[in-house]
Protein backbone atom coordinates (compact mmCIF):
# COMPACT_ATOMS: atom_id res chain seq x y z
CA UNK A 1 0.00 0.00 0.00
CA UNK A 2 1.18 3.37 -0.65
CA UNK A 3 1.89 6.53 1.44
CA UNK A 4 -1.23 7.82 2.88
CA UNK A 5 -1.02 11.89 3.49
CA UNK A 6 -2.87 13.57 5.56
CA UNK A 7 -3.15 17.91 4.64
CA UNK A 8 -2.16 19.01 7.83
CA UNK A 9 -2.98 22.63 7.38
CA UNK A 10 -5.48 23.30 10.55
CA UNK A 11 -8.01 21.02 11.56
CA UNK A 12 -8.35 17.60 12.57
CA UNK A 13 -5.72 16.18 11.00
CA UNK A 14 -4.12 14.53 14.27
CA UNK A 15 -7.17 12.61 14.18
CA UNK A 16 -6.90 10.97 10.76
CA UNK A 17 -3.43 9.89 11.45
CA UNK A 18 -4.56 8.29 14.68
CA UNK A 19 -7.63 6.41 13.31
CA UNK A 20 -5.01 5.05 10.34
CA UNK A 21 -2.31 4.18 13.06
CA UNK A 22 -5.29 2.15 14.47
CA UNK A 23 -5.21 0.44 11.53
CA UNK A 24 -1.50 -0.46 11.26
CA UNK A 25 -1.22 2.37 8.64
CA UNK A 26 1.09 5.74 9.02
CA UNK A 27 -0.14 8.79 7.88
CA UNK A 28 2.12 11.58 6.80
CA UNK A 29 1.33 15.66 7.52
CA UNK A 30 1.14 17.28 4.32
CA UNK A 31 1.39 20.87 4.14
CA UNK A 32 3.50 22.07 0.98
CA UNK A 33 3.10 21.01 -2.53
CA UNK A 34 6.28 19.30 -2.96
CA UNK A 35 5.02 16.70 -0.01
CA UNK A 36 2.04 15.67 -2.51
CA UNK A 37 4.91 14.15 -5.14
CA UNK A 38 5.99 11.30 -1.96
CA UNK A 39 2.25 10.42 -1.41
CA UNK A 40 -0.04 8.08 -3.26
CA UNK A 41 -3.18 8.84 -1.95
CA UNK A 42 -4.38 12.15 0.38
CA UNK A 43 -7.29 12.98 3.31
CA UNK A 44 -8.40 16.73 3.67
CA UNK A 45 -9.94 16.92 7.36
CA UNK A 46 -12.19 18.89 8.71
CA UNK A 47 -11.82 22.06 10.13
CA UNK A 48 -12.45 25.93 9.18
CA UNK A 49 -12.67 25.76 5.79
CA UNK A 50 -12.06 29.56 4.97
CA UNK A 51 -8.89 29.49 7.08
CA UNK A 52 -7.67 25.99 5.46
CA UNK A 53 -8.06 28.23 1.71
CA UNK A 54 -6.32 31.21 3.19
CA UNK A 55 -3.25 28.35 4.24
CA UNK A 56 -3.47 26.51 1.13
CA UNK A 57 -3.36 29.68 -1.29
CA UNK A 58 -0.37 31.15 1.04
CA UNK A 59 1.37 27.72 0.88
CA UNK A 60 0.47 27.80 -3.12
CA UNK A 61 -1.09 24.57 -2.58
CA UNK A 62 -4.00 24.66 -4.66
CA UNK A 63 -2.11 23.97 -8.47
CA UNK A 64 -0.62 20.79 -6.94
CA UNK A 65 -3.77 19.36 -5.35
CA UNK A 66 -5.63 20.10 -8.67
CA UNK A 67 -2.89 18.31 -10.15
CA UNK A 68 -3.25 15.52 -7.57
CA UNK A 69 -6.89 15.04 -8.32
CA UNK A 70 -7.11 15.37 -12.09
CA UNK A 71 -4.46 11.96 -11.81
CA UNK A 72 -6.78 10.49 -10.38
CA UNK A 73 -5.14 9.77 -7.17
CA UNK A 74 -7.20 8.68 -4.30
CA UNK A 75 -8.42 11.94 -1.95
CA UNK A 76 -10.76 11.83 0.96
CA UNK A 77 -12.58 15.07 2.36
CA UNK A 78 -14.11 15.11 5.43
CA UNK A 79 -16.40 18.06 6.31
CA UNK A 80 -14.06 21.32 5.56
CA UNK A 81 -12.63 18.73 2.85
CA UNK A 82 -15.86 17.98 1.23
CA UNK A 83 -16.27 21.70 0.75
CA UNK A 84 -12.34 21.85 -0.54
CA UNK A 85 -13.76 18.69 -3.40
CA UNK A 86 -16.34 19.79 -4.78
CA UNK A 87 -16.93 21.54 -8.27
CA UNK A 88 -19.43 24.25 -6.45
CA UNK A 89 -20.09 25.53 -3.27
CA UNK A 90 -22.81 28.09 -1.86
CA UNK A 91 -23.59 29.92 1.69
CA UNK A 92 -19.83 30.79 1.59
CA UNK A 93 -18.67 34.25 3.25
CA UNK A 94 -18.66 37.38 1.46
CA UNK A 95 -15.76 36.49 -1.35
CA UNK A 96 -16.35 32.75 -1.79
CA UNK A 97 -13.28 30.24 -1.14
CA UNK A 98 -11.24 28.72 -3.73
CA UNK A 99 -11.78 24.94 -4.25
CA UNK A 100 -9.88 22.22 -5.23
CA UNK A 101 -12.76 20.41 -7.18
CA UNK A 102 -13.13 17.03 -9.04
CA UNK A 103 -16.26 16.02 -7.14
CA UNK A 104 -19.55 16.84 -9.66
CA UNK A 105 -21.52 17.87 -7.06
CA UNK A 106 -22.91 21.38 -5.26
CA UNK A 107 -22.07 22.11 -1.47
CA UNK A 108 -23.71 24.32 1.03
CA UNK A 109 -20.95 25.31 3.37
CA UNK A 110 -23.07 25.42 6.42
CA UNK A 111 -26.04 23.62 6.07
CA UNK A 112 -26.89 22.55 9.44
CA UNK A 113 -26.69 25.56 11.52
CA UNK A 114 -23.46 26.96 13.42
CA UNK A 115 -21.28 25.46 16.16
CA UNK A 116 -23.95 25.40 18.96
CA UNK A 117 -25.91 23.42 16.37
CA UNK A 118 -23.73 20.25 15.83
CA UNK A 119 -25.14 16.59 16.22
CA UNK A 120 -24.55 13.51 16.40
CA UNK A 121 -26.99 10.80 14.60
CA UNK A 122 -27.15 7.54 13.18
CA UNK A 123 -26.72 7.47 9.36
CA UNK A 124 -27.64 4.34 7.08
CA UNK A 125 -24.63 3.45 5.36
CA UNK A 126 -25.74 0.07 3.23
CA UNK A 127 -22.44 0.58 1.04
CA UNK A 128 -19.76 0.66 4.00
CA UNK A 129 -21.62 -2.14 5.62
CA UNK A 130 -21.38 -4.25 2.71
CA UNK A 131 -17.96 -3.56 2.20
CA UNK A 132 -16.37 -3.16 5.75
CA UNK A 133 -19.02 -5.52 7.80
CA UNK A 134 -20.33 -4.63 11.52
CA UNK A 135 -23.56 -2.25 11.95
CA UNK A 136 -25.99 -1.40 9.50
CA UNK A 137 -25.64 2.00 10.59
CA UNK A 138 -22.59 5.01 11.22
CA UNK A 139 -22.25 7.69 13.91
CA UNK A 140 -22.19 10.52 12.10
CA UNK A 141 -20.87 13.68 14.00
CA UNK A 142 -21.85 17.32 12.34
CA UNK A 143 -20.02 20.13 13.86
CA UNK A 144 -20.86 23.19 11.63
CA UNK A 145 -21.28 20.44 8.89
CA UNK A 146 -22.23 21.12 5.23
CA UNK A 147 -24.43 18.55 2.84
CA UNK A 148 -24.17 17.90 -0.78
CA UNK A 149 -27.33 20.04 -2.78
CA UNK A 150 -27.26 18.11 -5.48
CA UNK A 151 -24.88 15.35 -7.39
CA UNK A 152 -23.80 14.44 -11.06
CA UNK A 153 -24.60 11.19 -12.53
CA UNK A 154 -21.33 9.77 -11.76
CA UNK A 155 -20.98 10.53 -8.53
CA UNK A 156 -22.45 7.48 -6.12
CA UNK A 157 -24.22 8.67 -2.97
CA UNK A 158 -23.77 6.55 -0.15
CA UNK A 159 -25.30 8.06 3.00
CA UNK A 160 -28.31 10.63 3.38
CA UNK A 161 -29.94 12.44 6.36
CA UNK A 162 -33.55 13.22 6.59
CA UNK A 163 -34.05 16.96 7.45
CA UNK A 164 -37.04 19.36 8.29
CA UNK A 165 -39.42 20.43 6.43
CA UNK A 166 -38.47 24.05 7.06
CA UNK A 167 -34.58 23.87 6.57
CA UNK A 168 -33.15 26.37 4.59
CA UNK A 169 -31.65 25.02 1.71
CA UNK A 170 -29.86 28.02 0.84
CA UNK A 171 -28.80 31.57 2.44
CA UNK A 172 -26.87 34.74 2.03
CA UNK A 173 -26.89 38.22 2.96
CA UNK A 174 -29.13 38.95 -0.13
CA UNK A 175 -31.29 36.15 0.29
CA UNK A 176 -32.42 32.63 1.68
CA UNK A 177 -34.44 30.31 -0.09
CA UNK A 178 -36.83 27.47 2.15
CA UNK A 179 -38.23 24.17 0.46
CA UNK A 180 -41.64 25.38 1.20
CA UNK A 181 -43.37 22.26 -0.30
CA UNK A 182 -40.96 19.71 1.87
CA UNK A 183 -42.46 16.57 3.26
CA UNK A 184 -40.53 15.16 6.52
CA UNK A 185 -39.14 12.39 4.72
CA UNK A 186 -37.04 14.59 2.54
CA UNK A 187 -33.43 13.82 2.94
CA UNK A 188 -30.15 15.67 2.07
CA UNK A 189 -26.94 13.89 0.69
CA UNK A 190 -24.12 13.70 3.70
CA UNK A 191 -21.69 11.13 1.81
CA UNK A 192 -20.66 10.75 -1.71
CA UNK A 193 -18.01 8.76 -4.22
CA UNK A 194 -16.98 9.39 -7.40
CA UNK A 195 -14.27 7.41 -8.82
CA UNK A 196 -11.31 7.96 -6.40
CA UNK A 197 -12.56 10.82 -4.74
CA UNK A 198 -14.87 9.91 -1.22
CA UNK A 199 -16.35 12.64 0.54
CA UNK A 200 -18.46 13.01 4.03
CA UNK A 201 -20.51 15.79 5.32
CA UNK A 202 -19.08 14.30 9.02
CA UNK A 203 -16.15 13.41 11.01
CA UNK A 204 -15.53 9.54 11.29
CA UNK A 205 -11.92 10.65 12.67
CA UNK A 206 -13.83 11.60 15.98
CA UNK A 207 -15.46 8.18 16.41
CA UNK A 208 -13.90 4.71 17.45
CA UNK A 209 -15.46 3.16 14.48
CA UNK A 210 -12.72 3.27 11.55
CA UNK A 211 -14.91 1.37 8.62
CA UNK A 212 -14.44 4.96 6.57
CA UNK A 213 -10.85 5.07 7.18
CA UNK A 214 -10.60 0.87 6.03
CA UNK A 215 -13.17 1.64 3.15
CA UNK A 216 -10.96 4.60 1.90
CA UNK A 217 -7.86 2.72 2.39
CA UNK A 218 -9.10 -0.24 0.17
CA UNK A 219 -9.94 2.50 -2.85
CA UNK A 220 -6.15 3.81 -2.23
CA UNK A 221 -4.62 0.18 -2.73
CA UNK A 222 -3.30 -1.33 -5.57
CA UNK A 223 -1.94 -4.59 -3.60
CA UNK A 224 -5.54 -6.38 -4.68
CA UNK A 225 -7.50 -8.77 -2.27
CA UNK A 226 -4.85 -9.79 -0.22
CA UNK A 227 -4.46 -6.17 1.43
CA UNK A 228 -8.02 -5.57 1.77
CA UNK A 229 -8.38 -8.51 3.64
CA UNK A 230 -5.81 -7.39 6.25
CA UNK A 231 -7.35 -4.31 6.53
CA UNK A 232 -10.44 -5.28 7.36
CA UNK A 233 -8.70 -7.74 10.09
CA UNK A 234 -7.60 -4.78 11.69
CA UNK A 235 -10.45 -2.49 11.23
CA UNK A 236 -12.61 -5.34 13.18
CA UNK A 237 -9.98 -5.47 15.92
CA UNK A 238 -9.75 -1.53 16.37
CA UNK A 239 -13.48 -0.63 16.16
CA UNK A 240 -14.71 -3.24 18.57
CA UNK A 241 -16.27 -2.77 21.96
CA UNK A 242 -13.27 -4.54 23.95
CA UNK A 243 -13.06 -2.26 26.97
CA UNK A 244 -9.24 -2.81 26.98
CA UNK A 245 -8.86 -1.03 23.83
CA UNK A 246 -6.49 2.30 24.73
CA UNK A 247 -6.85 5.36 21.93
CA UNK A 248 -4.75 7.58 21.57
CA UNK A 249 -6.99 10.74 21.49
CA UNK A 250 -10.34 11.28 22.49
CA UNK A 251 -12.41 9.84 20.34
CA UNK A 252 -16.85 9.43 20.22
CA UNK A 253 -17.39 5.19 21.67
Known sequence: ???????????????????????????VEIRKPEQLQTISSLIIPGGESTTMAKLAEFHNLFPALREFVQMGK????????????????????????????????????????????????????????????????????????????DVGPEVEVLA????????????????????????PEKKVIVAVKQGKLLGTAFHPELTADTRWHSYFLKMASDLGEETSNAVVAVSDAASSSDPQTIYDLPIFR
Open 1 to 27: MGVVGVLALQGSFNEHIAALRRLGVKG
Open 160 to 183: DYPIPSNKVLYSSSAVEIEEESAV
Open 74 to 149: PVWGTCAGLIFLANKAVGQKEGGQELVGGLDCTVHRNYFGSQIQSFEAELVVPELASKEGGPETFRGVFIRAPAVL
